[in-house]
């Protein structure tokens, strides 16, 4: 079974607008990664966030966590045209250094 | 300079081949995993090697096999090819102290006709 669900599948949005994705887990985690994917592409490493941190930013991303709610969320702010991809959560839950990756949301930003 | 490179790029082949697919990094990372990600998109580690020893194996039926010849390579053979082994197949590397997350090779598209 999956580890990360990741909401929503799709998203499209205009230049300029905000992105939000979101994604759960089940288990208890050690850190939990985010990535980019373009399409015919490999995953390229965004940004990663412990489990004993709340709020993580790079540029224009932002990353929280709720070890709580075992949930995290990315938002990218000012939407570009080249933000266009697939974004994955992954989460590293500590046994034999292996991440387990969500299904994916894939972003259109319109010009 | 390509931090984490795999060969080759495409390949399509038929039922029953078999093939392999080489990687290799240059970041000096102590770790290197397999993923195939199928047509959803949906990834799944496949293997992991750590100082060419093997730490991870999923279920992967035994027509593939891994080979690490150092730690800087990982390479993937895959005999008697089946319709479903098509997929992008990626490598990828990490290092050991202060997991910092994946540095992802481009992928191999294997087409099995």
């Known amino acids: 079974s999956q580890q990360g669900e990741e909401d929503p599948q799709a998203l499209s949005i205009q230049e300029g607008e905000n992105a939000t994705m979101n994604c759960s887990y089940k288990t208890s985690i050690n850190n939990l990664q985010w990535y980019r994917q373009n399409s015919g592409r490999g995953l390229v490493h965004l940004i990663l966030i412990r489990s004993n941190e709340r709020e993580k930013h790079s540029g224009r991303l932002r990353v929280t966590l709720d070890t709580s709610k075992k949930s995290s969320s990315l938002l990218i702010t000012a939407s570009r045209a080249a933000d266009t991809a697939s974004y994955f959560c992954a989460t590293d839950e500590g046994n034999a250094g292996k991440s387990t990756f969500g299904d994916g949301t894939t972003l259109t930003v319109k010009p | 300079d390509t931090a984490v490179s795999q060969t080759p790029k495409y390949l399509v082949t038929q039922m029953g081949n078999d093939k392999s697919i080489k990687c290799e990094q240059n970041l000096g990372h102590d770790t290197m995993y397999w993923y195939k990600q199928d047509s959803k998109k949906f990834l799944k580690i496949m293997f992991s090697y750590n100082n060419k020893e093997l730490i991870i194996n999923e279920t992967v039926p035994n027509r593939f096999s891994p080979k690490s010849p150092d730690k800087a390579h990982l390479n993937l053979h895959i005999n008697s090819l089946e319709l479903g082994d098509s997929a992008v197949y990626f490598c990828?590397?990490?290092?050991?102290?202060?997991?910092?997350?994946?540095?992802f090779g481009s992928g191999t598209r294997l087409t099995v006709v």
């Open positions: 990828a590397s990490s290092r050991d102290s202060l997991f910092y997350g994946y540095t």
